[in-house]
């Protein structure tokens, strides 16, 4: 499996139940966690392009998305949990 860092910007008006259903799309995907806002790292079988195709079903065509595979690569942070960089420590 590869980890892909996911990233998206929801163009306004944006609702609560927006929100939902991109954050439902991504916690579908194998194994995920959240450093920040709308940041998520998630492990997954599929391509980038999937995992694109798979949350555009549930974005407008006014918000931004962006999908990295992030696997193998080094990392850094600051703030972010120790519940959430012990998961970066075990699947990046």
């Known amino acids: ?8 910007d929801l163009g306004a008006p ?5 929100y939902g259903k991109v954050i ?14 709308s940041v998520w790292l998630v492990k997954s079988d599929k ?3 999937q995992i694109r ?3 555009n079903k549930e974005t407008d065509t006014n918000d931004k ?4 595979d992030v696997s193998g690569a080094g ?14 420590k075990n699947n990046l």
């Open 24 to 37: 439902a799309s991504i916690k579908s995907l194998d194994d995920w966690a959240k450093p920040l806002y």
């Open 75 to 88: 990392w850094a942070t600051s703030g972010i949990s120790n519940e959430v960089t012990d998961w970066m």
């Open 14 to 18: 944006e609702t609560t139940e927006d």
């Open 47 to 49: 391509t980038a392009s």
């Open 1 to 8: 499996m590869k980890t892909f860092l996911i990233s998206y």
């Open 65 to 68: 998305l962006l999908v990295i």
């Open 53 to 55: 195709d798979q949350i």
